[in-house]
């Protein structure tokens, strides 16, 4: 997906109930469709590999939340999502 778009994945975290995403995209991208991209992908191969999530009306939440970087460094925000201790 990522690839397909131009995005850069900086830092990718799965954790059981959510998933930390660093990823760097078009100014001109709107992050409401860049969450909406991920999640409709990721739902179509985990429903491929996984038939019977077919069942469940949705697989993903409509929430998100983002930040820009701001004045924080890629580095910083790179080390935060590889930490496994973070909380």
Known sequence: MATEKGWH???????????HLFVEIHPTDAIFQVAKAFKGRSANYLRKEFPELKKLPSLWTNSYFFSTAGNVSAETIQRYINDPHHG
Not at 10 to 16: D, G, T
Request: glycine share 0%; aromatic share 0%.
């Open 9 to 19: 994945i900086r830092a990718l975290e799965v954790a059981p109930d959510h998933i």
